[in-house]
């Protein structure tokens, strides 16, 4: 239930005192009109049971979640991914009613993933996703309880190794390549693209010595320069509407796995990698880095800052034991 496209027009199917609850249905000409009488309707007969002192809430955790996807999910790039993961979380949960979830249940839910080894950068991940469908639907005034998991803090997850290839095992790999696996490396390499963004890349996302990348794993579009002769490489006599059609992820990481010892989780990844590490370690500037990356956070782009010619050298200069310190003079 929820908002749904039928012939005529939009229609709202909800039972906004949950499944036991009365039934409103109601069809309009847009969608628009149609999501506003949703929330509409959900604020106004629920207000009594919603307030944020209010020991009862009649949702359960996947209508929440269905309720974030009508409102918010829907529209993201990779809303469907999220939503998919997010239903496996409320089932393994058991999908609680929204009065009974908070802080002990999702604690319980974490320590279970812990100890069947699944890795603390998912599980940190997991409870970013759950977090955000309260903070959606709080936003939304959908849900006016308290946010149960606003002070939940995050598994501590040691700073992983991050391996990138040396000019010799560059030459290595694009020597091992062909075709379009050859093409998106050279790409890779010379933009810091991640692989699953250059292989979606249609033709037209390229323009003279530039490349832009819409389909990013956080949703916003960044514009690369491109040298000439990588420019010259991937448009050549490409008439296509996808810039590489015979792309092939598995073969690429399958070749990656055979000529390097790569860290688990760092397969394709490490073309990233590698051109953060050159760039940084060539004098280039942090910020610049960032931008080109697309981090949404200087801190995500701060892990490539210890590769710098200059990295911590007034640790060198200004230690109390150099005597050309000018205050020793």
Known sequence: ?????????????IRPRGRSGPRVRRK?????????FERWTIATQNNKEWQANSRSDPHS????????WTHHGQGLSSGSIIHNELNRICDDIRNPRAENFGKKQFSDYREKRLEAGINPATI????????GVFTVLIKLGIYTKEHPLALVMRVKNPQKEMHYLENEEIDTLLSSLSGDNLKIARLCLSTGARWEEAASLPRSSVTRYKVTFNQTKNGLNRTVPIGIDVYVEITDDNDKKLLFPAAHYGQFRALLKRLFDLPDGQATHVLRHTFAAHFMMNGGNILTLQKILGHASINQTMAYSHLAPDYL???VLLNPLNKKHPHAK
């Open 28 to 36: 309009f000409p847009t969608k628009s009109e149609a999501q506003q």
């Open 61 to 68: 955790l996947e209508e929440l979640i269905n309720l974030w």
């Open 124 to 131: 940190n991940r997991e409870q970013a996703i759950l977090s």
């Open 313 to 315: 050298n007034d640790a």
């Open 1 to 13: 239930m929820g908002v749904k496209v039928t012939e005529g027009g939009w229609l709202v199917d």
